[in-house]
């Protein structure tokens, strides 16, 4: 089947520093999403993209989908941003997870 | 409703005994997913259903696990004699069609197998 792979796993930011989180997919997707889980595991949609780029106030994603890569950017980020991303393909009508990124933002 | 409904949020069952967890989704939304969320891991896929039928069940783990949609709305996951591994937390998700306009999760049931 097809392989998610979220980089880097961990990553601890101080408050107001940027970052950016990849997802490599290892087939062609239907689509892709990103969502946050917070630490009440509740998980967020951030973004339906399967091509191309959107932003939402500080975060913005990119999708290339002939590459087969998506990447999140976080700027001046926020300790409420703490909690791990995950990148999710559409294959077959179902999504399919990656492994996560953990972030912590310090104050 | 406006959002995914998951009960109960939290189960703690012993060993060997029978349990339900109920997912109740965004009205409209004809498909309906099932996943199971282990710590430190991404959730991984066990069922989805479209309207009242499984369209695809491969990641129920065995065949002590089972799923219904009987009117093709609210769900219900099954597990019998519960294991010490089945403990995770489970996740329900609902989209319109096959996620043509992206997937809304609901806050999970954790369950805890003692």
């Known amino acids: 089947g097809i392989q998610v792979e979220q980089s880097p796993p961990d990553l601890i930011l101080q408050e107001g520093a940027n970052s950016t989180l990849r997802c490599n997919f290892s087939d062609s997707v239907n689509n892709l999403q990103w969502f946050h889980q917070n630490p009440w595991g509740q998980l967020i949609n951030l973004f339906y993209?399967?091509?191309g780029t959107k932003q939402n106030g500080r975060l913005s994603a990119t999708t290339v989908a002939t590459e087969r890569y998506s990447l999140l950017y976080i700027s001046s980020s926020q300790t409420t941003d703490s909690g791990v991303y995950f990148c999710a393909v559409v294959q077959g009508g179902k999504l399919i997870f990656g492994q996560g990124t953990e972030l912590s933002v310090k104050p | 409703g406006a959002g995914v409904s998951q009960t109960p949020s939290n189960k703690v069952t012993e060993k060997g005994k029978y349990v339900e967890l109920r997912c109740d989704p965004i009205s409209g939304h004809t498909a309906l997913y099932w996943y199971r969320q282990s710590l430190g891991q991404g959730p991984e896929f066990l069922i989805y259903f479209q309207g009242t039928g499984a369209a695809d069940d491969s990641g129920l783990p065995n065949d002590r696990f089972f799923a219904v949609r009987p009117e093709g709305s609210v769900s219900t996951l099954k597990i019998q004699r519960t294991e010490r591994g089945d403990s995770a937390v489970y996740l329900c998700?609902?989209?319109?069609?096959?996620?043509?306009?992206?997937?809304?999760f609901g806050s999970g049931t954790r369950l805890t197998v003692v």
């Open positions: 998700a609902s989209s319109v069609g096959q996620g043509s306009y992206g997937y809304t």
């Open positions: 993209i399967p091509s």
